[in-house]
């Protein structure tokens, strides 16, 4: 079935027509598509005097990857040979990047890279929960797949939300 909003917008029903994204471990070689994939995301859902700020923070956080990926799990969708979606867990608890090109947003490859990502932090977490701050476009996302508001200290972006998912002992 076909929403209006995908007649008026071929590039959702492009992405839908295509086979499903293939999940996969990021590779060092992947980092320019990542960099290209993240600062078109941020162009397009962040505001203009915060882009660059975000920009700076998630090539800060890609470059923690780069040198030490031991210590992180990064993960991205592929469609076609590009990379439509990536996830970057930092220290197996601080869900520091997630997007998804505007195209392929709302057909469950940010649902799928949350549960990829959450379930390899299992039995790593030194925190037994994975930490996000989420926009507040994306908390209802978040909400959905279980992460609750937490208390921060650390000083967030207007609208941002301090969120937290545990992985308790069942979950393992």
Not at 7 to 33: C, G
Not at 43 to 60: D, F, G, K, L
Not at 154 to 167: D, H, K, V, Y
Request: aromatic content about 8%.
């Amino acid at each position: 079935m076909l929403f209006s909003s995908e007649r008026a917008n071929p590039f959702i029903l492009n992405v839908r027509r295509r086979m499903p994204p293939l999940l996969r471990t990021a590779r060092l070689e992947d980092r320019a598509a990542i960099l290209a994939l993240m600062a078109r995301v941020v162009t397009v859902s962040i505001e203009s005097m915060h882009r660059a700020e975000t920009i700076e923070n998630v090539t800060q956080n890609l470059e923690i990857w780069c040198r030490t990926p031991e210590q992180c799990f990064h993960f991205v969708a592929e469609s076609e040979g590009e990379v439509v979606g990536v996830i970057l867990v930092k220290y197996f608890w601080n869900l520091c990047s997630l997007f998804v090109a505007p195209e392929a947003q709302r057909c469950g490859i940010g649902k799928k890279l949350v549960h990829l990502a959450t379930h390899a932090c299992r039995g790593k977490s030194p925190k037994q929960a994975i930490y996000l701050n989420a926009a507040a476009s994306a908390v209802s996302f978040y909400k959905a797949l279980g992460f609750v508001p937490r208390e921060s200290n650390q000083q967030l972006p207007p609208a941002f939300q301090a969120m937290q998912l545990a992985l308790t002992e069942s979950d393992v």
